[in-house]
T-cell receptor, first 113, second 113 residues
Framework: KNQVEQSPQSLIILEGKNCTLQCNYTVSPFSNLRWYKQDTGRGPVSLTIMTFSENTKSNRRYTATLDADTKQSSLHITASQLSDSASYICVVSDPGGYNKLIFGAGTRLAVHP | SQTIHQWPATLVQPVGSPLSLECTVEGTSNPNLYWYRQAAGRGLQLLFYSVGIGQISSEVPQNLSASRPQDRQFILSSKKLLLSDSGFYLC????????????FGEGSRLTVL
């Protein structure tokens, strides 16, 4: 069964600190993996997309990694800001087509001053 | 630029009453359209998707239905709401193709009492 599991479920860090969120998936064959940021009560917004051939991709203070062999991805946030408080959702493309995606349950990050 | 609008943002309805959530997309043509439901602590669940006018695919058996009367309009409906229909509903669109990014609306919080 295609699944996406994220850890930790929740995380609290102090402003200015770094953190790393994990995503493990069993989806096969693999098309791509996206990280979304979802502010409370809002719709998710894409942060980055990782394809099979990409190992690392950075977007401002966010760095995503992908290990297609172990089926793992991580999202590293550098120098966290209060505005980083949100849920971060890992989404893997299902081979079923038409953008049918497998969503992780998300990691809820709280950045405290 | 493309935008997606979803309304109402919040809705409190009694059990057995009807439901209509509306979603419209601007700035693009022939988008793939989706309705998702998000339960607390769980990943987004795909309810319906549409690749064209009048074409609706249902992912899970449920008390809800969807319609696409126009190219950029997607409606989620129910004739009689159940308590279990409470949740956060998200409309999304993507371009054609299997790896397109999903662009989400702001969400609709439905509470059935």
């Amino acid at each position: 069964k295609n699944q996406v599991e994220q850890s930790p479920q929740s995380l609290i860090i102090l402003e200015g600190k770094n953190c790393t969120l994990q995503c493990n998936y069993t989806v096969s064959p693999f098309s791509n993996l996206r990280w979304y940021k979802q502010d409370t009560g809002r719709g998710p917004v894409s942060l980055t997309i990782m394809t099979f051939s990409e190992n690392t991709k950075s977007n401002r203070r966010y760095t995503a990694t992908l290990d297609a062999d172990t089926k793992q991805s991580s999202l590293h946030i550098t120098a966290s800001q209060l505005s980083d408080s949100a849920s971060y959702i890992c989404v893997v493309s299902d081979p079923g087509g038409y953008n049918k995606l497998i969503f992780g349950a998300g990691t809820r990050l709280a950045v405290h001053p | 630029s493309q935008t997606i609008h979803q309304w109402p943002a919040t809705l409190v309805q009694p059990v057995g009453s009807p439901l209509s959530l509306e979603c419209t997309v601007e700035g693009t043509s022939n988008p793939n359209l989706y309705w998702y439901r998000q339960a607390a602590g769980r990943g987004l669940q795909l309810l319906f998707y549409s690749v064209g006018i009048g074409q609706i695919s249902s992912e899970v058996p449920q008390n809800l239905s969807a319609s696409r009367p126009q190219d950029r309009q997607f409606i989620l409906s129910s004739k009689k709401l159940l308590l279990s229909d409470s949740g956060f509903y998200l409309c999304a669109w993507s371009g054609q193709g299997e790896t397109g990014e999903l662009f989400f609306g702001e969400g609709s919080r439905l509470t059935v009492l």
